[in-house]
């Protein structure tokens, strides 16, 4: 068995591969991919009639564009030397893919939330990616270039400080590290800033099924219905249908026995075909309607499309030749509570998905109006959160004696995150023009 010491010097020794201060060194390839292409060529086994709604949301800041364009940037970081130490990485980790959910305990808990991307891979990827999107969102907030910097660097300076916290730690005690929001307002000084974090963790413990339940539908001739809402939420057409019923009933049997049983409790009342996200908008998505005890007992659960990861092109497999089982096999070691729903499934001409509750006490920050202040310290949390997630499948002694204790690596990852920042800039400048001359089409404000 390798001893701590063993770990770190591994992981110190990685530095004469990458050095720290190389992690800041951003510059286009002569032959990098147009980024359009990449997207075009993610797109090509999407339902053609949502693209344009994908381009038009991605068309809408350099931000948007950011969150859409995870394989944009995963080709980016693959053209680059990496550290070889592995993580089970989320593949999108951009600021918006952290947010609120209920654990199966009913805490209301702070993690990762989406893992439609994830796979094995070094470590550096979800940190570079994420003090990025820190840095865009700064600048798109106002907060001026040292500012951007600063929050950037900030980020990786959280998650080094929490990894190397974490390698100090037993193995148990790592796997039952979480952020329970209850932890989070005794740290807020700041009266206004209390104030509205206190006002974003009511709405999401009232962001529940039978929230939705009034929300999503309606009773007409004394049943229950999904209120349909095209292009975004569209009844089922009789293959979309018949999807799901071999969908339901086989991922049924991926689910532990005692959620089996708990599922059985329910009965099918109505689906409908989902819109959802940015980069996600035209795989297949439904939401499915049950109701348990009585009409006022629901149970909206999400059916999603998993197809290749981004990262897949770049990265080995990960054996388990199943992309819905990927996700969530991928959740359940990212995540440190998880819902009790989810599992997986293969539907219709092989495609893969997976399931997953619709809503869940869920919730997500609103960047686009946080002070400078407020998204430094949402950048440290979302750090902090993701080295969490990391130590839980990497070697977190070897990353921390990688990380060391200086600040070479926060400044490099801040270098990197404004270079970036500034590619991203461009690249959404190709799709608005793309757009513009009818190259592309979108449809905006949808």
């Known amino acids: 068995m390798t001893s701590p010491t063993e770990k770190a010097r591994r992981g110190r020794a990685a530095r004469k591969q990458v050095t720290r201060t190389s992690h800041g060194r951003w510059t286009a390839a002569a032959d990098r991919p147009d980024p359009l292409d990449v997207l075009e060529r993610q797109a090509a086994d999407r339902l053609v009639e949502l693209l344009p709604i994908r381009y038009g ?15 944009v940037m995963a080709a980016d970081l693959a053209d680059r030397p990496d550290t070889g130490l592995i993580v089970q990485l989320c593949g999108d980790a951009h600021l918006l893919n952290f947010g609120l959910f209920a654990s199966p ?15 094995p891979g ?7 990616r994420l003090a990025a999107s820190v840095a865009v969102a700064a600048r798109e907030g106002g907060h001026g270039e040292d500012r951007a910097r600063q929050s950037a660097q900030a980020t990786a300076r959280a998650y080094r400080s929490s990894m ?28 206004k800033l209390r ?17 939705a339940l009034a929300k999503l539908t309606e009773t007409r001739e004394g049943r229950r219905h999904i209120v349909h809402d095209p292009p975004l939420l569209e009844p089922l057409t009789a293959p979309d249908s ?10 049924r049997d991926t689910l532990p026995e005692e959620r089996r049983l708990l599922l059985d409790r329910y009965r099918f009342v109505d689906a409908a075909r989902k819109a959802v996200g940015i980069g996600s908008v035209g795989t297949r998505c439904f939401i499915v309607l049950l109701t348990g005890r009585d009409e006022e007992d629901p149970l909206f659960l999400q059916i999603k499309e998993a197809g290749r990861s981004v990262l897949e092109d ?15 096999a991928g959740q359940k070691l990212l995540q440190a509570g998880g819902d009790i729903f989810l599992g997986w499934t293969t539907g219709p001409a092989g495609r893969d998905f997976y399931v997953r509750q619709l809503r869940d006490m869920k919730g997500s920050a609103v960047v686009e109006t946080m002070t400078p202040a407020l998204l430094r310290q949402y950048a440290e949390l979302c750090g902090t959160t993701l080295a969490r997630a990391h130590a839980r499948s990497g070697d977190r002694i070897a990353i921390a004696g990688y990380l060391g204790d200086s600040d070479a690596f926060d400044r ?35």
């Open 242 to 251: 018949q999807a799901v019923d071999e969908i339901f009933g086989e991922y």
């Open 57 to 71: 949301r991605m068309a809408a800041s350099p931000f948007a564009f950011l969150r859409g364009a995870a394989a």
């Open 164 to 191: 190397r916290r974490l390698a100090g730690l037993g193995e148990l005690a790592v796997w039952y590290q979480r952020f329970d929001t209850a932890e989070l307002l005794p740290m807020i000084r700041e009266t």
């Open 122 to 128: 070094p470590f550096e990827w979800d940190v570079k």
């Open 412 to 446: 490099a990852i801040a270098d990197f995150a404004l270079h970036y920042a500034d590619q991203t800039v461009q690249d959404h400048a190709l799709l608005t023009a793309a757009v513009s001359d009818g190259s592309i089409t979108a449809t905006h404000g949808i």
């Open 314 to 328: 770049h990265l080995p497999a990960d054996g388990h030749g199943h992309h819905g089982h990927r996700v969530v």
């Open 195 to 211: 104030s509205r974090v206190e006002a974003s963790l009511a709405r999401a413990r009232r962001r529940t099924s039978l929230h």
């Open 105 to 119: 305990d009913r805490a209301l808990l702070f993690d990762l939330n989406d893992f439609d991307e994830t796979l």
